[in-house]
DNA sequence: GAGCTTTCCATGGCAATGTGATGCCATAGA
DNA sequence: TCTATGGCATCACATTGCCATGGAAAGCTC
């Protein structure tokens, strides 16, 4: 019942239904008092879709194929990250909307912790100097998919401005110390998971979901 | 009395008053009413609200007394932009929320347009490349920032990234064509706005206001 | 100045919202 | 079979944004 609350819920949020108790419990045939039950208020539901955005998130960021190249292991980290969010854009907006409290800060920990998985990497692979902090880069490359991604969907910047997540990311890795030409490389290719929603039109129907 | 309203609802986002037609017009003797007439309905006190952060914001970097040097120029106005979101975080929130309309964009352009003019100045000076395109590296300093500072205030991470700005815009600056460690002086040097609520305690009770 | 129009806004009510007190009842344990 | 626990349906409430109505003031024409 409580996942069968939340799923309609993020259905509602998909396609832009006004989420309402009354509206979320209707034809469902379950009264308002569920909703308190489960959730203890329109509160709680919101807490729980967050939740559930962070939670998806670290599914998709977990089953990225880990490349060689450990900084096109970042930037794809990165890469899932900005995608997840342009796939579900309603879904991202609630989970950074609200000031969110710590059982939410958790779930963004994991993201977080696969960027300083591969920022490690990064280090031990000789990619970045030695005395570079792998955390801080991690954040660091966080912040600035963050902040393209939280612009274009909140349609402040125009979709295009994603591209400036090549020159970005080359920039933040490359202070940390990596060769410029071979991190331009690793980046483009790690960025490319990108590439579909402004290229291809078919093919793609056989991803996931 | 335009104003009047829209001042009380600033002063009321201030001080995390809820903000409801009702508690809008309590006390002020008039009437549900007028705040239709003035601003049709409550969807238009949020979008004055949010063009009035935008418009104070434009002030605020109008103001600023432009340094010789065009890099820590537009670092300072990068400054400037993380300052008055950390001391309007409400407001900031609500000039973002939303999914802003075409009149919003002409406030945010303003902004943009005065890290575009200190990029130019940048490009013009010699510190970065002839090549390098001053409004790319405008939008790079203002994804960051906004980056930066969006993760703060919704407290997914913590008042201490804000230090990430200086290694963060020396890395995008130095990208696009700037001596490493004059890039750095003049970051650090334009990034001092962001000093005050660090360290000092009194000192700064002179300041503007 | 009288009459007409227009603009502004106070009154009061409406539908929809989130919340919760009350109590029914199915299930499980004795 | 009796009872007790917990899930949830029912119903009522306060509060929300919205607006139809109408009155009052201001402006305009003659």
Chains 1, 2 share one sequence.
Do not use: K
């Amino acid at each position: 019942m409580r996942t069968q609350l939340l799923e309609r819920a993020a259905r509602m949020l998909r396609e832009r239904e006004p989420i309402t108790l009354r509206s979320l419990v209707a034809g469902t045939g379950v009264s308002t008092m569920a909703v308190y039950t489960y959730f203890g208020g329109m509160d709680g539901v919101w807490r729980a879709l967050r939740q559930e955005g962070f939670t998806r998130l670290a599914a998709r960021l977990e089953a990225l194929v880990v490349p060689a190249d450990p900084v096109e292991d970042l930037v794809a980290g990165a890469a899932a990250y900005v995608v997840n969010a342009l796939e579900h854009p309603d879904l991202y907006r609630v989970m950074f909307d609200a000031t969110v409290d710590l059982e939410d800060l958790e779930a963004a920990e994991a993201t977080l912790g696969h960027l300083e998985r591969a920022a490690r990497r990064c280090r031990d692979g000789g990619r970045i100097a030695e005395d570079a902090d792998p955390d801080r880069l991690a954040t660091e490359v966080w912040t600035v998919c963050h902040g393209i991604v939280s612009l274009v969907v909140s349609r402040v910047a125009s979709r295009r401005t994603l591209a400036s997540g090549i020159p970005l990311l080359a920039a933040v890795i490359t202070a940390a110390g990596d060769d410029p030409a071979a991190c331009r490389r690793s980046v483009e290719a790690g960025w490319a998971a990108l590439r579909p929603p402004q290229g291809s039109t078919a093919t793609a129907s056989t991803s996931t979901r």
